[in-house]
């Protein structure tokens, strides 16, 4: 009768124990949000100027780009210098080359500029997301300390229990030994 108590109460434990193991899972599942946004959706979000900037500033500070801009220039003065000698329509101080870089230097700044910025915001947003990450990283670790805890706790009583139970058991088969050993 003794016994059956005992069994019962540890499976009553046992049970209390799944309980708030199931509590805890539970919880994690509620709280089971994607707390971040790709880059894929920040793309999404551009509007056509802003792709515009980013294709220009790609191109713009590429090598392919350097290379076509030089081969444009020795052409350019290779033209007017050697071919077009006493007809060129842009003589050696080349003032029309100049106000064409220029220009194109006035424009290309501008558009790298927003494309730069635009990275930065993306950084940003990447930042703070990984910021996110780390935060439910921490949270979820936490939460697996609270259950090892819980666990090795409920264990460690559970252990004590069957100890306990073991020593009564011991002193019963040692209480029945001495009477069976008195001479009758």
């Known amino acids: 009768m003794k016994n059956k108590k005992y069994v019962l109460d540890l499976l009553k434990n046992e049970n209390a124990q799944l309980h708030k193991m199931h509590d805890i899972v539970e ?21 056509y100027g802003e792709k515009l900037s980013d294709q220009v500033a790609t191109f713009g500070g590429s090598w392919r780009f350097i290379i076509i801009f030089g081969v444009i220039l020795i052409l350019w ?64 670790i936490r939460n697996l300390h609270e259950k090892v805890d819980l666990s090795i706790i409920d264990q460690y009583k559970h252990l004590c229990d069957i100890q306990q139970k073991q020593l009564e058991l011991l002193e019963e088969l040692n209480k029945k030994l001495k009477l069976m050993a008195k001479p009758q």
């Open 77 to 140: 003065i290779f033209y007017n210098t050697y071919i077009m000698v006493n007809k060129s329509f842009d003589p050696y101080p080349y003032i029309l080359l100049n106000l064409i870089l220029s220009c194109i230097a006035a424009i290309q700044a501008p558009i790298i500029m927003m494309s730069q910025n635009r990275k930065e915001v993306k950084d940003r947003k990447r930042s703070i997301n990984d910021y996110m990450i780390n935060l439910k990283s921490e949270i979820e």
């Open 27 to 47: 919880k994690a599942i509620k709280e089971e949000t994607l707390i971040t946004t790709t880059i894929e959706e920040v793309d999404e979000e551009r509007t």
